[in-house]
């Protein structure tokens, strides 16, 4: 198939790598174009502008970082695509804008599909990735092989938005791991227990999960240099709760982890890792130990 | 050895078998004599009281709820117990309960050893349980086979005290888990979008777990017939956060918790199973949905 594909950081290089690799005809287009360097020396065509990328492929990926990026992208694509030809995008967006960019493709016979991933950039290297994806199912037929390229689990959750809906519960399911994972971390401390025969006990447990496999050792190790940098989960946690508070519904334990996600932020730690949350907790000394 | 086992229950029960078919000499005593025939059937003595037992015995095990009936079996075996002679309690109660009857029994010269295990009925039955234990390390010699016959994980975290403070933080995680859970689920159905996908889907990723396995199944399925009933994470968490306290440690996605956890008690779902933690949040129907 041609395929296009847009925003190659972490995560998109190696998925469009693997779309290569698949024999799929790859034409990419970059802000700084010295980012596609290492796919056009594997043999991807370059494309002057994402409408001349449009112009050329029926289906073209998007993985940017939020709503604004990917809005303005689909401006410039929605008046070259050609009708039955699909804006494929992985960005993690708010559902209302996936929703809003479907209906208003719908109007010039294009789909867009929403199809948020999960498991960072060492997934998106062994594509082994998590895919949730929202759009007519009808879709599922042009969509599953490139879908296979990329990832091990892949979910057709329902509708346009609903695979960002399925994005929103991921980041409030991991993320309040994490901050699950400090708090225990700061108790054990506290203590005097050590946190790292702590992490080794639970995750033997009930207790067990990839967060404490992965975040609760960084914390053991007191190593706060990036995976996902914090402010893209502080981003993607602004976009759960203003999709809480559409529906309509309370998330108390959600609540309370953008507080912590803010109070990272407001300690100028957001371009490191997430774990960083433990570092907001032992800033809160009681008063009768300062 | 010639072990003593105390707290027949649906975790007990289990474990106290697996120690029987080990080879050890295993003497029980219940409260309620009928809930020993099971082992007495197999070969298991006899105690007429805790303290018969205690003399009998050079480990006696305990199981039971909280800390008061730890403590009140303690005042029974601890003027029996011989020198040498270790009390290894399975219980879930406070740090602070264990740090002080270890005081108490180094008076005699027995070991008080707090040794909490997660897994639930179904890591017992399978011998499979997280074991994380705190007591003087040279035990280790004549505990590790006995917790061979139960468990997969054994850490030893610490001092006395020091595995109910792991015990505290696996509780801590895991609860936080089930309540991020649920909040997911009631954001996915708010949406329009089914939660078992979206279960399907996290499950695949980085928010993976085994809380996202059991719960986030029995919520899927609206099965809320209990796995532990809740009243014992509700009781567990009242720990977590008195330990908090005492350690002068913020627990704010904790606190959030114990203030859902108070709502399923006072809804009367303590008999049931904390996957009824999404119930609560669907009572909470904001005002233009009613």
């Known amino acids: ?46 494309a002057e502008s994402p409408a001349a990328m449009a112009r050329a492929c029926e289906i073209v990926c998007t993985n940017v970082t939020g709503s604004a990026d990917v809005e303005s992208l689909a401006a410039q694509l929605i008046t070259a695509l050609k009708p039955g030809s699909v804006h494929l995008d992985f960005s993690t967006i708010a559902p209302q804008a996936a929703r809003e960019l479907s209906r208003r493709y719908a109007e010039k016979g294009v789909d867009f599909v929403d199809a948020p991933v999960s498991g960072g950039t060492a997934g998106a290297r062994a594509a082994t990735l998590a895919i949730m994806w929202g759009g007519k199912s009808a879709l599922a037929e042009r969509l599953d092989p490139l879908f296979a390229c990329l990832g091990k689990t892949i979910v057709h959750a329902g509708a346009s938005g609903a695979g960002q809906v399925a994005k929103a519960c991921n980041q409030l399911v991991m993320v309040a791991a994490i901050e699950a994972t400090a708090e225990a971390a700061r108790l054990a401390a506290a203590a005097g227990v050590d946190f790292a025969k702590v992490r080794q006990a639970l995750q033997g447990g009930s207790a067990g999960s990839r967060v404490l496999e992965f975040f609760g050792a960084k914390m053991a190790a007191r190593d706060f240099a990036p995976g996902v940098v914090a402010r893209l989960h502080h981003k993607d946690f602004v976009m759960v709760m203003a999709e809480a508070t559409r529906q309509g519904v309370p998330l108390p334990v959600g609540a309370t982890v953008m507080q912590q996600l803010d109070g990272l932020m ?15 907790l032992e800033r809160a000394r009681p008063a009768h130990l300062i």
Chains 1, 2 share one sequence.
């Open 1 to 46: 198939m041609n395929i296009g594909f847009i925003g190659l950081g972490g995560m998109g290089q190696p998925m469009a790598e693997h779309l290569l690799a698949a024999g799929h005809t790859l034409t990419v287009w970059a802000r700084r174009p010295a980012s596609a360097d290492f796919l056009l020396e594997r043999g991807a065509r370059w």
């Open 266 to 280: 407001a300690a100028g730690w957001g371009t490191e890792d997430t774990s960083r949350l433990l570092c907001v």
